[in-house]
């Protein structure tokens, strides 16, 4: 990525300044955020107004009589919308104002300052009926991530945007390839018939960088959809139709860093606004240092406040206006779209009370809303560590019911990479890894995956590529605890085109299935008929596990089990056959019939037989009732 070589020099200069003209100038509002907001809300309303000399401004509020395209200015006090507070920022050209909501309608709201005015419409909305009840995504449902500029272009006519400064350009493996917002609702029935219950699309949001803009990581705008990918509009009908299919929509925010090419990087309202240093200064990307009872000051500053990279400024929530902007930008999507969970990006980056506090504001005003972390690292005490719920030893409280699950990620790579012949190698690594459940507050809210868009493609690393171990791979993932997370692609056993040349290489469009080869068809039909099982059984989504394992053997077995019955799930990842222990596995077998089914054959199976075989690198899923 091109380095801003000017930014922060530029900043120093322009934070604070006032322009010369200003005060002869008119008054003048560029922006104002949240665009709209609703009665009936927990989170108070805080407009943050920039414009040409605003602060100061004093605030007046009329409301409005709309008809048409007419809107008349209604006499009286207004008592709909009242000013409670108003202060500045170190900028002029900001003025934060705090509102009372109590009628929806338009409003004319009018800044006057030395004998100039201007004066801007808000709009304020009845709150939809169980919107504060809304329920969210939880381990009977199944997340399918897509990277939103590879996936699917259902629009052509978007690929290219005279006001983005990156053009489309597929001969770019790093550029602009096209996918969209209506790419993605016209997959929406590959989606569902995957067995994936919910999407999780990488972000949607402005990025206007010059290049690199595609991940959608470094946003520039953080109210409107990328006009690449379509529209605020465009994006609430992806949520609608989604949920006519019965598909929850996740969105991914980034609230630790934007880009940047946000337009307030030019004049920041705080000094702080975001964290700056005298040179460009990388984050440490330790960010153990913030539970390291041996961490020095330094690096825990230096992980929490360095950027991420050079077009990521680092943002300083723990500036009390950027926190509640940023509280507010998330309850803004979730309300006016109608959202049903988030994820968040490099979630321990962001200062762990500042995001803590984010996230209490978002549970606060959607107590069932379930909201699921980035925090990449290993071992399992670490992840565990921002799991709400979880009892540290600092009583330190994340407020993320879910974390993503990188520690098991990790011990099914490099079981299923090689044969796994080494003392501690091939399924002892899972068993070991599931082996730390204790200490998660809730192990069924663990995002559990084998591949993202961040790391190389599962059939990619996997011993030879064989496909007979990526299906064990999504076996797991299917039947473990947790809420299976499918990257897209990774349902036909999809690989990188060249991994060379980076990341970008397995951020491909979606493959048309009948132009596979038939083995990556086969993979897909075992796939998808194996997650829309898991839909229809609780016992996943909420039993307890038991697990065996042979050293000796490479295999992995382990039950999910509840007082009804149990799901048993036999890894054979050994080259070799092997014939399963039935009777080491008494104590839970005990419990129930031990003539079963398997789940997809519905073949009939009999655990009480010695002679059970396993072929190589294969599974078999059993359910069994008492």
């Known amino acids: 990525m091109k380095k801003n070589t000017f930014l922060l020099a530029l900043l120093y200069v322009t934070i604070g300044c006032v322009s010369l003209q200003a005060k002869t100038q008119p008054l003048a509002v560029e922006q104002v955020e949240p665009l709209s907001w609703w009665t009936d809300m927990h989170m108070p309303l805080q407009l943050m107004i920039h414009g040409i000399d605003v602060q100061d401004a004093q605030v007046t509020i ?104 990156e053009k489309g350009n597929k001969s770019n493996i790093h550029g602009r390839w096209g996918g969209d917002i209506q790419g993605i609702i016209n997959q929406l029935d590959h989606i569902r018939q995957t067995g994936a219950t919910a999407i999780w699309p990488t972000p949607l949001l402005e990025d206007n960088e010059a290049e690199w803009s595609y991940h959608g990581y470094a946003c520039s705008d953080y109210y409107h959809i990328d006009p690449r990918y379509g529209s605020n509009e465009m994006y609430c009908l992806m949520v609608q139709e989604a949920h006519k ?72 929530l723990d500036n009390p206006d950027l926190l509640r902007y940023f509280q507010q930008w998330a309850i803004w999507w979730i309300e006016y779209a109608d959202l049903d969970g988030l994820r968040v990006d490099t979630y321990p980056y962001i200062g762990k009370t500042a995001s803590a506090l984010w996230c209490q504001a978002i549970r606060e005003e959607y107590p069932n809303l379930n909201i699921v972390g980035e925090c990449w690292t ?147 039909e075992y796939v998808s008929r194996l997650y829309r099982w898991r839909q229809t059984e609780p016992i996943i989504h909420t039993g307890r596990t038991m697990h065996f394992l042979d050293r000796d053997h490479n295999t992995y077995a382990f039950f999910r089990y509840n007082d009804e019955g149990a799901v048993f799930v036999f890894v054979n990842a050994s080259e070799e056959t092997q014939t399963i222990p039935t009777d080491h596995y008494a104590e839970l077998l005990n419990r129930y019939n031990k003539v079963g089914h398997e789940v997809l054959t519905r073949q009939r199976v009999d655990l009480n037989r010695q002679d059970l075989i396993a072929q190589p690198l294969s599974t078999l899923v059993v359910k069994v009732e008492k």
């Open 62 to 165: 009329q409301k409005c009589q709309v008809k048409g395209n007419k809107t008349r200015l209604l006499k009286g006090d207004c008592t709909g919308l009242t000013v409670t507070g108003q202060h500045n920022a170190e900028s002029s050209n900001y003025l934060f104002v705090d509102l009372d909501v109590r009628e929806a309608g338009t409003y004319r709201i009018t800044l006057t300052k030395n004998k100039r005015s201007t004066s801007f419409d808000y709009t304020i909305q009845p709150r939809r009926a169980g919107s504060r009840e809304r329920t969210s995504f939880t381990s009977a449902d199944c997340i399918y991530l897509l990277m939103s500029d590879r996936f699917s272009d259902g629009d052509k006519s978007n690929n290219t945007v005279a006001s983005m400064r």
């Open 245 to 316: 299919k019965g598909i929850k929509v996740l969105m991914d925010m980034v609230p630790n860093h934007c880009g940047a090419a946000h337009w307030w990087m030019a004049d920041l309202p705080y000094k702080n606004w975001v964290n700056l240093f005298t040179e460009f200064t990388r984050t440490n990307n330790v960010f153990s240092a913030n539970y390291d009872i041996n961490a020095s000051v330094y690096d825990r500053e230096l992980s929490n406040r360095g950027w991420f990279d050079h077009p990521m400024p680092d943002m300083n």
């Open 378 to 524: 290993r071992p399992a005490p670490a992840v565990a560590y921002w799991q709400s719920g979880t009892k540290n030893y600092d009583n330190y409280d994340s407020g993320l019911p879910s974390v993503m699950d990188f520690p098991v990620e990790e011990a099914i790579r490099q079981a299923l990479e090689n044969d796994g012949k080494y003392w501690g190698g091939g399924m002892v690594k899972v068993y070991d890894a599931v082996a730390m459940d204790y200490l998660y507050a809730d192990v069924n809210q663990l995002l559990m995956f084998v591949g993202n868009h961040d790391m190389d493609r599962f059939a990619d690393v996997v011993k030879d590529g064989d496909l007979r171990r990526v299906m064990i791979g999504h076996t797991l993932v299917a039947t473990m605890r947790g809420i299976p997370q499918i990257f897209a692609g990774d349902e036909y056993a999809m690989r990188s085109s060249d991994r060379s040349k980076g990341h970008s290489t397995l951020r491909m469009p979606l493959p048309v299935k009948d132009t596979l080869p038939q083995a990556q068809q086969d993979v897909y």
